[in-house]
């Protein structure tokens, strides 16, 4: 199995930054990508980034496309997510995913996709 563990959330004003790590361990190997994922109360889970095992290949959403930038480091086992130009509604629990089938890139946007999921790390940003 893949144990994943975020970190990084907090409180944050309306056009600052944060940045969330993702802790990998266990059958790390076995992944060919891994994803951020978020979830505000109410509404479904919803995909914010992803990273093929590489890091050289990316998919962002477009609601943060050009303020959210993905990253990984094999040797340290760690995916992080820069956050800047932070909006309120980007308010939500923040989830950290790996899948361990080698789907294409164009399905890693979706959750059913994915086999393990961290605790989550709340976001919020206060307008």
């Known amino acids: 199995q893949v144990q994943l563990v975020e970190s990084g959330g907090g409180l944050a004003q309306s056009g600052g930054s944060l940045r969330l790590s993702c802790a990998a361990s266990?059958?790390?190997?076995?992944?060919?990508?891994w994803g951020w994922f978020r979830q505000a109360p109410g509404d479904v889970r919803e995909f914010v980034a992803a990273?093929?095992?590489?890091?050289?290949?990316?998919n962002h959403s477009d609601s943060v496309k050009g303020r959210f930038t993905i990253s990984s480091d094999n040797a340290k086992n760690t995916i992080d997510l820069q956050m800047n130009n932070l909006k309120p509604e980007d308010t939500a629990v923040y989830y950290c995913?790996?899948?361990?089938?080698?789907?294409?890139?164009?399905?890693?946007?979706?959750?059913?996709?994915?086999?393990?999921w961290g605790q989550g790390t709340q976001v919020t940003v206060s307008s």
């Open positions: 266990g059958r790390t190997y076995d992944v060919y990508f």
């Open positions: 995913a790996a899948s361990l089938t080698n789907w294409l890139s164009t399905y890693w946007t979706e959750p059913e996709h994915y086999d393990y």
């Open positions: 990273i093929g095992r590489t890091g050289i290949e990316k």
